[in-house]
């Protein structure tokens, strides 16, 4: 009888310990949803670089899960790659309204004052436009002024 118990006791304590490492992320798809193209470009502001600005592409049509938005973080060079599902896959093929926000890092939980003006920030006022073709795209870049 012990011999029985403990196999059970075995059992359930291993379904407990599997149940756990088999669940995903449910907040990410575990596939791409849609086929999305490389996408690479440079922003620049005056001129000069914006390291650790956030480009973000907001598609034309609206955000759903057939047109996602993508978004890339600016190097020390200005150079970006988009990121959709992974990082540095790229964006679905479409037309897309860009934004650029880049604040003064002063605390790591907190954003500092803008380093762009504001309507940078937001889709219908920055005046930034691109459409992301089949394949590879080279962006002509971003070069912001006040």
Known sequence: MFAKTQSWTSLLLA???????????????????VDVSAVKGKVTFEGQP???????????????????AASGIVGDDGSFQLTTYKQNDGAAPGKYKV???????TDPDVDGPPLLPLKYSDPQLSGLEIEVQKGTNELAPFN???
């Open 50 to 68: 914006t390291p650790g600005a956030t480009v973000t592409f907001h598609p034309v049509s609206g955000v759903s899960e057939k047109t996602p």
């Open 99 to 105: 934004t650029a926000y880049w604040t003064k890092p």
């Open 144 to 146: 912001l002024v006040p």
């Open 15 to 33: 379904g407990l310990v599997a149940v756990p490492l088999g669940c995903g992320n449910n907040n990410q798809p575990s596939r791409p949803v």
